[in-house]
C-alpha cells in the first residue's frame, strides 16, 4: 500500500515541482547564452538587457522554487490529511505511519530532484559561458580527485546522508507542528505556528544544556566531544545521530497525533 | 444474518461535552438502517468512531467483529457530510485511485454509472458543479462491494430531483448481505427505503426498531414520530 501512496503523492507534488524545475533549468540556460554573446561583444547594450532580464529571471525562479516546494510540504500534508481529503486518506486500509512515511519521502525526494535541478543548472551555465571541452577535462580531474584524495569519498557520502536525514527531520518537524496545531478547535494555523516555534524554542534549551560550557552536563559533553574527536568523521557522525533522533522525535509526535487524536473538522 | 456492527457503552467526550452517552446498539446485514436524530445528536461522531476518524473515549465498537483499523477499512465504505476528493483529479483518475486502495471496488459499475450523468472521464473535479461532486462522490462509494456503507447525510443541501437519483443509486448498488447505515434529518425522503430506524437524542439510543414497527405501534409515518419525539 505505500507503493501505491508514494504514487499518487509523487504526481500530486510532480505537476506542481516538475514544471517549476524545468523553468528554473530554462532559464539558467537562457541567462548564460545572453552572458556569452554579452560578453562575445556583439550588439552589446541589447544583449545586455537581455542578460539583465533573464538574470532576473533566473533568479526569481530559483527563489519561487524554494517558496513552492516549502508550501507544498506544508499544504500535501494540511490539506491531505488533516483538511476535508483527511476523510478520503484516513479511509483507506492504509497505516497511518504509512501515510507520514509516504508524505515525508515524497517531500525528500521532490527537494532532491530540486537540489539536482539546481546542480544542473550551474553546470548548464558554467558549460554554455566556459570552453565546453575544458569544463569536461575539469569534471574528470574533479571526479579522479574524489576517489584519490584520502577519506574524501566518505566525506563526502556522509555529508549526503546529513543532508538527507537533515531533510527528513525538517519535514518531520512541520508535520508535527501542523498535528499538534490541528488539536486545538479553532485558530489550527496559527496554533501550528505557535506550536513550531515551541519546537524551536526547546530545541534551543536542549542545545544549551548539552553543551560544553553548561555547568551540570558539560563535563560529560566535553570528554564526548573529545572521545569522538578521535573518530574519523565523529562529528559528521554526531550531527547524523541527533538528525536522526529528530526523525524519531518529530515523526513519533505525528503519528500519535494523527493517529490517536485526530480530529479532522 | 449475522452482526455486523455493534456498540458496547461506547462514549465520545470533547472536553466537558459528551456526544455519545453508552450507546448500545447491534446492527445486521441485510438492513438499511436509518441513524435519525437532529443537529448536534451525535450521528456524525458515531460514523467517525467506526471510520476510526475518531477515537471513543470508553466502550467498543465493532464493525464485523473487529475494533476500526486498517482491516475494518477494506470492507466499509463511507460517503462523508464533506467535498472529500481531491478537486484537481479527473473523473478516471479517481476510478484509478479506488481501484487501486480498495479490491472491493468495481470499476465497471462506476463507469456505468458516470456514463449514465454523461461525466467525461477527463474532466476535473474542481469544474464540476455542487450537485455532479456530490454524485461522483456518491457513485464511488456505492461502487464498492463493502460489508458496510456509512452514509453521512447524503441527501442534504441537494435538490429534489438529485435526492431521487442519490436514494436511486443506493437501493441500485449496495450489497444484499450487506448493511447500509443512512445518517440523516431528512426522514419523509429517506423513510421509503428504509428497514429499520435509530433515534438518536442527545448522544443516546431512544429507540430502535423496525419501520413497520414503528408503523404499526405509533400509527404514524416515521417522520411524524420523529417530529414527536424531537419536538422542541
Known amino acids: 500500500m505505500l507503493g501505491k501512496l508514494l504514487k499518487y503523492e509523487i504526481r500530486a507534488m510532480g505537476r506542481i515541482m516538475l514544471p517549476l524545475y524545468l523553468v528554473m533549468i530554462f532559464a539558467a540556460g537562457l541567462f548564460a547564452v545572453n552572458m556569452r554573446l554579452g560578453l562575445s561583444g556583439t550588439a552589446k547594450t541589447v544583449v545586455e538587457k537581455f542578460a539583465l532580464i533573464t538574470g532576473f529571471l533566473f533568479f526569481a525562479a530559483i527563489l519561487a522554487v524554494m517558496v513552492v516546494m516549502t508550501l507544498m510540504v506544508v499544504q500535501r500534508f494540511y490539506r491531505n490529511l488533516l483538511g476535508t481529503e483527511g476523510y478520503l486518506m484516513f479511509t483507506l486500509p492504509v497505516t497511518t505511519l504509512q501515510h507520514i512515511v509516504c508524505k515525508a519521502l515524497t517531500s525528500l525526494l521532490w527537494i532532491v530532484i530540486g537540489i539536482g535541478a539546481g546542480v544542473l543548472s550551474g553546470f548548464l551555465m558554467v558549460g554554455i559561458l566556459s570552453n565546453i571541452p575544458e569544463f569536461m577535462e575539469e569534471l574528470q580531474e574533479a571526479w579522479r580527485m574524489f576517489f584519490s584524495t584520502d577519506g574524501l569519498a566518505v566525506r563526502i557520502v556522509l555529508f549526503a546522508v546529513l543532508v538527507i536525514v537533515g531533510i527528513v527531520e525538517s519535514v518531520c518537524k512541520v508535520y508535527a507542528a501542523m498535528a499538534a496545531g490541528h488539536q486545538f478547535s479553532g485558530h489550527r494555523i496559527l496554533a501550528s505556528v505557535g506550536a513550531y516555534i515551541v519546537f524551536g524554542i526547546v530545541e534551543l534549551i536542549l542545545g544549551t544544556v548539552f553543551s560544553a560550557d553548561n555547568k551540570v552536563f558539560g563535563g560529560l559533553v566535553g570528554s564526548v566531544g573529545r572521545a569522538v574527536g578521535n573518530i574519523p568523521n565523529g562529528s559528521m557522525l554526531v550531527f547524523i545521530l541527533v538528525a536522526l533522533i529528530g526523525v524519531i522525535v518529530y515523526g513519533g509526535l505525528s503519528w500519535y497525533l494523527l493517529d490517536r487524536r485526530l480530529n479532522l473538522e | ?232
Open chain 2, 1 to 232: 444474518m449475522s452482526v455486523l456492527f455493534e456498540c458496547k457503552d461506547l462514549v465520545k467526550s470533547y472536553g466537558s461535552t459528551q456526544a455519545l452517552r453508552g450507546v448500545n446498539l447491534q446492527l445486521q446485514s441485510g438492513r438499511i438502517v436509518g441513524l435519525l436524530g437532529p443537529n448536534g445528536s451525535g450521528k456524525t461522531t458515531l460514523i467517525k468512531l467506526a471510520n476510526r476518524l475518531l477515537q471513543p473515549t470508553s466502550g467498543t465498537l465493532t464493525i464485523d467483529g473487529e475494533a476500526p483499523g486498517t482491516g475494518t477499512k477494506a470492507v466499509t465504505a463511507y460517503l462523508p457530510d464533506k467535498d472529500f476528493l481531491p478537486d484537481w483529479m479527473r473523473t478516471d483518475g479517481l476510478l484509478n485511485f479506488y481501484q487501486d486502495f480498495f479490491p472491493d471496488f468495481d470499476r465497471e459499475r462506476a463507469q456505468t454509472m458516470l456514463d449514465s450523468l454523461d461525466i467525461p472521464k477527463n474532466m476535473i473535479l474542481k469544474k464540476m458543479s455542487k450537485g455532479t461532486r456530490e454524485k461522483v462522490q456518491l457513485i464511488l462509494t456505492m461502487s464498492r462491494r463493502a460489508k458496510v456503507y456509512f452514509l453521512d447525510e447524503p441527501i442534504a443541501g441537494v435538490d429534489p430531483a438529485a435526492r431521487d437519483y442519490i436514494l436511486r443509486t443506493i437501493i441500485g448498488n449496495y450489497q444484499e448481505d450487506s448493511l447500509v447505515i443512512i445518517s440523516t434529518h431528512l426522514i419523509a425522503d429517506v423513510e421509503s427505503v428504509l428497514d429499520e430506524a435509530v433515534f438518536l437524542k442527545q448522544g443516546q439510543i431512544v429507540l430502535h426498531q423496525s419501520i413497520d414497527e414503528i408503523r404499526e405501534e405509533t400509527g404514524k409515518s416515521v417522520d411524524e414520530y420523529f417530529r414527536e419525539v424531537f419536538k422542541c
